[in-house]
């Protein structure tokens, strides 16, 4: 089973334990991405968000595994993740897909759907985790780029350093509007 594993984020840059045949390249569908979920250490991190994000090239590495509950499991580790359902994926040999991914971001999971039958995928996976902006805990209003800049201005020194290295490292081809506003407000370098 041929198995691609899509990224956008720090599974590109710090793999870890992912288990993949390949490098990752920069072949993956358009999906609509944002830094708009709050992650450890205060980072803004990037995740499929179809009502603020950008559409933006994604990356695809192989898995190596061949069998699909093994490659979900590794990705789930690798992102930390308490259960498998945060794991997205299209399975074109049994026609079935994640109830997640459907239910946080139906068109993407249908861009991919479309791009799997393209590229002669079996399977693919993906981080599907949704922006958690707006809750308590994290930023605590709706997303908007003032507010993830007005989030990050309230970040202590070290914390900012943190989030900034996060989306200083997202590949070029991660065009998006805060980060646009990141390197206006802390140009890199």
Not at 39 to 49: W, Y
Request: a negative charge.
């Amino acid at each position: 089973m041929k198995i691609g594993v899509l990224a956008w984020g720090s599974l590109i840059w710090e793999p870890r334990d992912l288990q993949t045949a390949t490098g990752f390249l920069p072949f993956g569908p358009l999906m609509p991405l944002e830094f708009s979920r709050v992650s450890g250490g205060k980072r803004l991190t990037l995740v499929i968000d179809e009502a603020n994000g950008a559409p933006c090239r994604t990356f695809v590495a192989q898995s190596a595994f061949a069998d699909l509950a093994n490659a979900k499991a590794n990705l789930k580790e690798r992102e930390g993740m308490t259960h498998v359902n945060g794991v997205g994926f299209v399975d074109l040999a049994t026609n079935t897909d994640s109830f997640r991914a459907k239910e946080r971001h139906p068109a993407a999971l249908e861009a991919v759907r479309s791009w799997a039958v393209a590229t002669g995928h079996d399977a693919v996976i993906w981080t599907a985790l949704a922006s958690n902006f707006h809750e308590d805990g994290k930023a605590g209003k709706p997303f908007t780029v003032d507010a993830a800049m007005e989030y990050l201005d309230g970040l202590d020194k070290s914390d900012l350093a943190t989030a900034l290295h996060y989306v200083w490292n997202a590949p070029p081809e991660v065009e998006t509007p805060v980060r646009a506003a990141v390197n206006d407000r802390w140009p890199q370098g």
